[in-house]
């Protein structure tokens, strides 16, 4: 019989642990947490110090009946699920459950799942972390007080289903702000005047304008444009003067060797932006994947094994045995002069939780091409990921030969550089990927240079002029979102997948071509929000919030003070927004339209899916209808939204429209291109053999549906919305939304032997 009973969060864990201890262990799962707050109701008491009324899962009544028997015959229990807050309540809370009170109970952390750091664990301890517990309460509380508060009035106001979040509204309003600023940016015109040079030697390269007397070059339209490079043209030109024509010499030759530092191993935020940005995978998917890679992955005759260290981390530190081991292996692969004489030490930021380390291999005796047979190809392409970054960030700068040429031709400066590498250094093993953007406007020209000396006259070859536009701020894409709300304080690394995951489910941002658009939904929710909770909307209040769990998590402030000091100026915002927030519900806009019933004039209201016509004679005439395409209300109607989707035939960009079938996208440029095309959901259809999409149609009665494009060749259809994840348990390759009356919007598998739903998520 076991004498010591190990308690973990995931099913996949046991058997990795398993395979590392005797028979004197027995290891079971609580499959995430067992006890939450009642979906029906609030659950916190504000009058009685906000106390939380926790309750037992219905699924995991029987993991706890299971559980406590086997405590029962355990005289000691290790609870290691994971080294966070939310692994810690999980942990309190089967403490409680367990009433362990003449037991020898354990805290154990596991920053990784190998041999080594799993039996150090169990032989050195902790206890359970009271600090740390009450951070993760009052974080539950909080959100808990915003969301089933604020989003009631949603419903009443604009419609149900509809929910509000402490961080999930700050990050739609990011958006929303962005789409502002994008809205109301005036672009102004200048222009870049470049000249190519021949000197002595070859070959001939480009100089750019950066001066004129002295000063900032600012060429701001297209005379003073072409009066420069008249004056510069003349000895090249039919009608120049070359008697007296500018003289381009070298006034100034810099030369230097410029190191590029190696970066340090990824952190949470960091992993899922560079996933996003050189895999194209989302903050959700990367966190699953990265899961899997932390809980253990089938290695053939070797069993589980993980293969990573833990994934929710805000830290940069390594680990003293993994820093000997990957100078080792650097040394052992690659040439003396990639080892740095001694191991980088990269500093973590701010309240940075050291007790956790950077993301990384657990071993390195697993190498990525080795284990590839074991992993799915997004398993090996995030592995290479975290293992390359790991390498390289052990390893020596790279060296680069940078050149600077300065080219006088009175009054006017000119400017080139170039760089050669001279040593690879850790780029030989990775390099950073970048966001996609715009040439910044004072970019200089660069490329290969050649051997020139100070005082050298240059010939003049061909001057040209570019008319540029300045560039409103890109829109967030799932990346520099991540990037924002880290360097803004908003919410923490754990979270951020769950955010981006959530404000797309709940329609208020879509994902275009990979980059964040609010809904109109999305705007009115801010909108009003906005208006009747300004604090709670407010990013360095939201900041502050995510300080103060720091600090309870220290031990240096109070749950009850920091929710105290929250909840009055809240209260009376929930009281005044029950009565003065907008109606969005019963607001009517005026249309030329007539109704095709009564003939009475046709309003835009707001409704479950969106704007919608509808008789002015409600309730005597029910008439409703779509917003249809060319009738002139599109122009106030969602049915302009551009998106970033091009017509195949003009060229010019789709706006998502709503006609007799649904919604759907048609050309911008109508009436002149009547282009259409239906709108993809990113979602392959599932029969066998065919290579349709899933696209949103309506029947001829209104109601929207969900179908094959290869229609009437294929005839799948469903009622539900499709959504482009695979189920986490039967792998389904898509998942529907559902909607309930109580519980609004979720995501259920459409196996209904698989029964999977994100509702206890």
Partial sequence: MPDSLIIVESPTKVKTIKKYLGADYDVLASKGHIKDLPKKTLGIDPQNEFQPTYSILDDKKKVIADLKKAAKHASRIYLAPDPDREGEAIAWHIAEELKTKNKEVYRVLFN??????????????????????????????????????????????????????????????????????????????YWNISVQLKGENPPPFEAKLVKINGRKAKIANSAQAEGIVTLLSAPISAGGDPSSPPRFVVSKLEKKEVKKASLPPFTTSKLQQEASRLLRFSAKKTMMTAQKLYEGIELGEEGPVGLITYMRTDSVRIADDALQEVRSYIRENYAPAFLPSKAHAYKNKGKTQDAHEAIRPASLNYKPQDVKKFLTPDQFRLYSLIWNRFVASQMNPALYDQTTIHVSADPYLFRSQGA??????????????????????????????????????????????????????????????????????????????????????????????????????????????????????????????????????????????????????????????????????????????????????????????????????????????????????????????????????????????????????????????????????????????????????????????????????????????????????????????????????????????????????
């Fill in 112 to 189: 990784d799942l190998t041999k080594n750091t799993v039996l150090d664990a169990l032989s050195h301890p902790g206890e359970l972390d009271f600090n740390k517990y009450e951070a993760q309460q009052t974080r539950r509380i909080l959100d808990r007080l915003v969301g089933y508060q604020i989003s009631p009035i949603l419903w009443e106001k604009v419609k149900r289903g509809l929910s509000a979040g402490r961080v999930q509204s700050v990050a739609v309003r990011m958006i929303c702000d962005r789409e502002e600023e994008i809205k109301g940016f005036n672009p102004e015109e």
């Fill in 420 to 761: 050669i590498l001279k040593f690879a250094g850790y780029t030989i093993v990775y390099t950073e990927g970048k966001e996609e953007k715009e040439q910044p406007e004072d970019a200089e020209a660069e490329g290969i240079l050649p051997d020139v000396k100070e005082g050298e006259q240059l010939t003049l070859l061909k001057v040209k002029s570019d008319q540029k536009f300045t560039q409103p701020p890109p829109r967030f894409s799932e990346a520099s979102l991540v990037r924002e709300l880290e360097e803004k304080g908003i919410g923490r690394p754990s979270t951020y997948a769950n955010i981006l995951s959530t404000i797309q489910d709940r329609n208020y941002a879509r994902l275009e071509q990979g980059k964040f658009h609010p809904t109109e939904l999305g705007m009115i929710v801010t909108e009003l929000l906005v208006k009747n909770f300004p604090k709670v909307l407010d990013i360095s209040f939201t900041a502050s919030m995510e300080n103060q769990l720091d600090l309870i998590e220290e031990g240096k402030q109070k749950r009850l003070d920091t929710l105290q000091e929250f909840y009055a100026p809240f209260e009376e915002d929930l009281s005044k927004a029950k009565i003065e927030m907008r109606n969005i519900k019963r607001e009517e806009t005026p249309t030329d339209l007539i109704c095709d019933k009564c003939s009475s004039p046709m309003v835009i209201k707001w409704g479950r899916n969106g704007k919608f016509l509808a008789c002015s004679n409600y309730p005597e005439c029910r008439n409703t209808m779509n917003i249809p395409q060319g009738d002139g209300t599109e122009k106030r109607s969602p049915g302009g939204e551009m998106t970033e989707t091009l017509c195949p035939q003009c060229g010019k960009n789709m706006l998502i429209k709503f006609g007799r079938f649904g919604r759907f996208l048609g050309c911008s440029g109508y009436p002149d291109c009547k282009v259409t095309m239906p709108i993809s959901l990113g979602v392959k259809c599932p029969q066998e053999g065919c290579n349709g999409e899933i696209i949103e149609k309506r029947t001829k009665k209104g109601r929207s549906f969900f179908g094959c494009s290869n229609y009437p060749d294929c005839t799948f259809a469903l009622w539900d919305r499709p959504v482009p994840e695979s189920c986490p348990r039967c792998h389904s390759p898509f998942l529907v939304e559902k909607y309930s009356r109580n519980e609004g919007t979720y995501k259920a598998c459409p196996n209904k032997e698989c029964g999977y739903t994100d509702k206890d998520q």
